[in-house]
T-cell receptor, first 113, second 112 residues
Framework: GEDVEQSLFLSVREGDSSVINCTYT??????LYWYKQEPGAGLQLLTYIFSNMDMKQDQRLTVLLNKKDKHLSLRIADTQTGDSAIYFC?????????????FGTGTRLTIIP | DADVTQTPRNRITKTGKRIMLECSQT?????MYWYRQDPGLGLRLIYY???????NKGEISDGYSVSRQAQAKFSLSLESAIPNQTALYFCATSGGAKNIQYFGAGTRLSVL
């Protein structure tokens, strides 16, 4: 079956850029997503990218997709304490009628003052 | 008000008890999902439903059952709870071609 992998932890100094990486195995992925989970809360969509795109930028967030290597990354510029959370990568397959997401393990981002 | 509401938010129960977790949504979506979150394992899909008459098993359905009472309601039951079902449970909904999923705040379940 499909598999999505992420590192479990990342620590970054406040003001630096954070880069969270994700690899996936399903070559038929249509959309890839980044979700954020703050303590005590559910997952909230941060951004997504369509599989025919290489990059998407949204304010402090930059998503890079390398479809050949099946690698997705999320860069957060000027990381702030409010960015402390768990970040999940997820992918959705192409075949209509099979709209399940496969999630990674999540990366816990810790901000160092 | 939240678009996806889960009740209860926290539950402590004993081994062997039957419990139900409830989810309701106001987004008008047809698709609903139940996930379980465990540290270091991410989210794993328990059951999903693409409409009221459609129920499908996910990757970890053993020990769980679901009921889709209406488009807006999807409940998860543990017929006989066991300690390794202690986890954080999330309900989600989705609609549209981009398949963006919207999550409830979660139910923290402890089975003693």
């Amino acid at each position: 079956g499909e598999d999505v992998e992420q590192s479990l932890f990342l620590s970054v100094r406040e003001g630096d850029s954070s880069v969270i990486n994700c690899t996936y195995t399903d070559s038929s992925s249509t959309y890839l997503y980044w979700y954020k989970q703050e303590p005590g809360a559910g997952l909230q969509l941060l951004t997504y990218i369509f599989s025919n795109m290489d990059m998407k930028q949204d304010q402090r967030l930059t998503v890079l997709l390398n479809k050949k290597d099946k690698h997705l990354s999320l860069r957060i510029a000027d990381t702030q304490t409010g960015d402390s959370a768990i970040y999940f990568c997820a992918e959705s397959p192409t075949n209509f009628g099979n709209e399940k997401l496969t999630f990674g393990t999540g990366t816990r981002l810790t901000i160092i003052p | 008000d939240a678009d996806v509401t889960q009740t209860p938010r926290n539950r402590i129960t004993k081994t062997g008890k039957r419990i139900m977790l409830e989810c309701s949504q106001t987004k008008g979506h047809d698709r609903m999902y139940w996930y379980r979150q465990d540290p270091g394992l991410g989210l794993r899909l328990i059951y999903y439903s693409f409409d009221v008459k459609d129920i499908n098993k996910g990757e970890i359905s053993d020990g769980y059952s679901v009921s889709r009472q209406a488009q807006a309601k999807f409940s998860l039951s543990l017929e006989s709870a066991i300690p390794n079902q202690t986890a954080l449970y999330f309900c989600a909904t989705s609609g549209g071609a981009k398949n963006i999923q919207y999550f409830g705040a979660g139910t923290r379940l402890s089975v003693l």
